[in-house]
């Protein structure tokens, strides 16, 4: 194998494009520890063609490795939103670490918990959520550059405080979940909402009729503000949603990310020279 790479490296600099396709095609093959490797010799390479074919390679490894990761976790029993946010951050930044982040979502839920008694009713819950979330942490959506790629990066919108409405609304479901409160994401195309319940959500995302369990809404984009389906009814028509759609139903994990997913390609999209990027993250989000 050792062999075989080597020789793959030397027809970096050939100029004829067959020749690079042929690289190219192989090298995706191989594990994603080779990208260390060509990252090595990027920084070492003065050859502006070298250093370009080097980033294309590495973008297509990364890519199908994210690939097989998701659908490794879609494939699973018991699929956990915040593995799946993870696994989408781990594309831009190979290199980060599980327990980092999880100790930022902790120390989130701390704070929230350390304010909360056994006599709260539901509202005030979430009232006390929203303050440390919103008022404490500063979460807000960054409206100025709303579709910046690195909105949709859960350890960046962890780091920055500063999001868009998809990446916001996970990171409000997984602090409230992990405080135990019967909250699902609901989803809304240019602004999810979450929704609390008042049953077992698995019955819910299971196809029950939802709308007579659902207490209230939680409207991420707006600091948290607490709505009820007539507000949710008219967001509806203002997205251009028939009335028949079940709006009050919670959607499952897998729906979930497979919208962040559609998110990041979006950004790249927008950002003109990642179409490519943009056109594997949409192949990704169809397994989904």
């Given at each position: 194998m050792?062999?075989?790479?080597?020789?793959?490296?030397?027809?970096?600099?050939?100029?004829?494009?067959?020749?690079?396709?042929?690289?190219?095609?192989?090298?995706?093959?191989?594990?994603?520890?080779?990208?260390?490797?060509?990252?090595?010799?990027?920084e070492?390479?003065?050859?502006?063609?070298?250093?370009?074919?080097?980033?294309?390679?590495?973008?297509?490894?990364?890519?199908?490795?994210?690939?097989?990761k998701i659908k490794?976790?879609?494939?699973?029993?018991?699929?956990?939103?915040f593995?799946?946010?993870?696994?989408?951050?781990?594309?831009?930044?190979?290199?980060?670490?599980?327990?980092?982040?999880?100790?930022?979502l902790?120390?989130i839920?701390?704070e929230?918990?350390?304010?909360?008694?056994?006599?709260?009713?539901?509202?005030?819950?979430?009232?006390?959520?929203?303050?440390?979330?919103?008022?404490?942490?500063?979460?807000?959506?960054?409206?100025?550059?709303?579709?910046?790629?690195?909105?949709?990066?859960?350890?960046?919108?962890?780091d920055?405080?500063?999001?868009?409405?998809?990446?916001?609304?996970?990171?409000?479901?997984?602090?409230?979940?992990?405080?135990?409160?019967?909250?699902?994401?609901?989803?809304?195309?240019?602004?999810?909402?979450?929704?609390?319940?008042?049953?077992d959500?698995?019955?819910?995302?299971?196809?029950?009729?939802?709308?007579?369990?659902?207490?209230?809404?939680?409207n991420?984009?707006?600091?948290?503000?607490?709505?009820?389906?007539?507000?949710?009814?008219?967001?509806?028509?203002?997205?251009?949603?028939?009335?028949?759609?079940?709006?009050?139903?919670?959607?499952?994990?897998?729906?979930?990310?497979?919208?962040?997913?559609?998110?990041?390609?979006?950004?790249?999209?927008?950002?003109?020279?990642?179409?490519?990027?943009?056109?594997y993250?949409?192949?990704?989000?169809?397994?989904?």
């Amino acid at each position: 194998m050792n062999d075989k790479l080597d020789s793959l490296i030397t027809l970096l600099d050939d100029p004829d494009e067959s020749v690079f396709s042929y690289v190219l095609d192989e090298m995706v093959k191989l594990d994603i520890s080779l990208v260390e490797r060509l990252e090595h010799i990027w920084e070492t390479s003065f050859d502006e063609l070298v250093q370009k074919r080097i980033e294309h390679i590495i973008q297509k490894i990364q890519l199908n490795d994210t690939r097989e990761k998701i659908k490794n976790w879609s494939n699973q029993k018991k699929i956990d939103l915040f593995e799946g946010a993870f696994l989408i951050a781990r594309y831009q930044y190979p290199e980060l670490k599980l327990k980092p982040i999880q100790a930022q979502l902790e120390n989130i839920k701390k704070e929230v918990w350390l304010e909360f008694r056994s006599s709260l009713t539901s509202l005030e819950k979430i009232t006390i959520l929203n303050h440390i979330f919103y008022d404490h942490y500063k979460f807000k959506i960054e409206r100025n550059d709303e579709d910046s790629p690195q909105h949709c990066f859960i350890n960046r919108v962890l780091d920055t405080h500063r999001g868009n409405p998809v990446s916001i609304a996970i990171l409000y479901t997984l602090v409230a979940r992990s405080l135990n409160l019967p909250v699902q994401y609901i989803d809304f195309d240019k602004n999810p909402l979450v929704g609390y319940f008042d049953q077992d959500l698995a019955q819910l995302v299971q196809g029950e009729d939802c709308e007579h369990h659902v207490l209230f809404f939680v409207n991420p984009s707006n600091k948290g503000a607490i709505i009820g389906l007539k507000e949710v009814a008219y967001i509806q028509r203002t997205e251009g949603l028939s009335e028949v759609e079940k709006f009050t139903k919670p959607c499952t994990d897998k729906v979930i990310i497979k919208r962040l997913i559609e998110k990041l390609a979006y950004a790249y999209s927008q950002e003109g020279n990642n179409n490519e990027k943009a056109f594997y993250l949409n192949e990704i989000a169809g397994l989904l």
